[in-house]
Structures are given as C-alpha cells and as structure tokens.
C-alpha cells in the first residue's frame, strides 16, 4: 500500500502517529511489508522529518514497526504488537474497519475470557453492577428497532460488556475491561454491519443478565459464550 490513499493530517507527532497506527490496524500494511520511508512520510504528510521520528518512535514502541539500521522499517508481526498498551487502546477508538486478522484473533480472546468474567460477575456482582447491567440493557432494547440509533445501540452492547468486566469485583479484569473497550467497540460495530436485526443478540444478552442476577455462575459463562458464537456469524467468522 502508499501514503497516497491516507488522508492528509493535520497536527504534530503525536497527530502522525494516530493517522499511521490506524492504517495499520485497518489493515493498510500487513506484516512483513516495508513502512514507507521518514522522507516520503514527511513530503505527504508536509510535516517535518523530527516530527516523522517522534511518530515512528512511537509506532516502534507499541510494537507495529521494526526499524533496522540498513535494513529500514518494517511492519512486525501481530504477535508483537502491544495491543494492551494504553496507547494502542487511544489509536482503536472509534476504528471500526480492524484488519481481519486482527478480528479474529480479539474475538477469539474474548471468547475465552468473558464466560470466565461473566461466572465471576454472577458470583460477585453487587447492586450497584446489577443496576449498570440493566441500564445498559434497557438501552439496548430502546435503540435495537431505529437504524438511526445503531450508534447509541452499539455504545449499550460495550456498556453491558464493561460492566460484566466491572461486576467481577477482580482487579486485573476490571482493569482488563477498560483496555478492552475499544477493540470490543470496533467488533460490535463489525458485527452490527452484517445483521438487519438485535432480536437474537438481545435474546442472549438477557440471558446473560438473568443468569448474573440469578447468581448462577454456570449459567452466566454458557450464556455470555452464546452472545459471542453470535458475535462470530455477525463478524462472518462463522456461518
């Protein structure tokens, strides 16, 4: 791929680094692929060779590039990259056109992880995570017939999802969660892509629901990783 079907930017370092992460996690480059060089990123983008540096440094360092003396800038492997990092979680906000590779292979996270935060919710969830999981999808159920409010609709999935994460009550998921977020936004707004109706996604949010408030942790995994096998023939990863 080049530089030239990227939209100009307009901003410093941290700007470039934004615009460039996001190409490649739509996509734009796939690993192994040579990065173009500092001086033609400068020349289409029209900012300067430091500000170039300063972006690349961060791309290096969230692990998307390797840059070799002699060899140049290469895109690494997506084993590599730091998809945890806080600043990579910053870059995915709001990207819904993620490299299918890169969907799958968050899917297939989430699909051993949430059964296991869902059991844990069910047995540790309190009022107030109670009150979250309903609010959250009450405002699924509101926005589930408008086509106009299919952005509102998929901000209550990653609500319902987060506070799953939340009513867990462990440390590590919680904090889990809010990294989480972005990459599990950019699949529910995949997914909404590919489905004319909620009705069977609400059908197995309710259940997920039912069986936290039920205290029922069997039940609360089985049913959260029925929201996900739904979530893959949305996503196309299964028929």
Known sequence: MTLETLPRHKGGADELARLL???LLAGHWQPGDAFPK??????HFDVSRN???????????AGLLDRTAGRGTHVREMSDWHLLDPLMSEWMTGLTDLDPQLTRAIYA???????VVAGLAADAADANDIA??????????????????????AE??????DATYQASHNLVWRQM????R?????????????????????????RVLEAIMRRDAEAASRAAREVLRRTAIDLGIVN
């Open 38 to 43: 500092e001086m033609d990123i400068g020349t």
């Open 177 to 180: 969660g809010h990294l989480l």
């Open 109 to 115: 996270f989430r699909f051993s992880a949430e059964p």
């Open 132 to 153: 979250r999981l309903e609010a959250a999808f009450e405002g699924m159920q509101k926005t589930a017939r408008s086509p106009a409010a299919r952005a509102q609709h």
């Open 51 to 61: 500000q170039v540096r300063n972006a690349l440094t961060r791309l290096t360092a």
């Open 156 to 161: 209550y999935d990653v609500m319902f999802h």
């Open 21 to 23: 992460a996001r190409a």
């Open 182 to 206: 972005p990459s599990i936004m950019a699949l529910v707004h995949g997914s909404q892509h590919r489905t004319d109706t909620f009705d069977d996604s609400l059908s197995r949010h309710r």
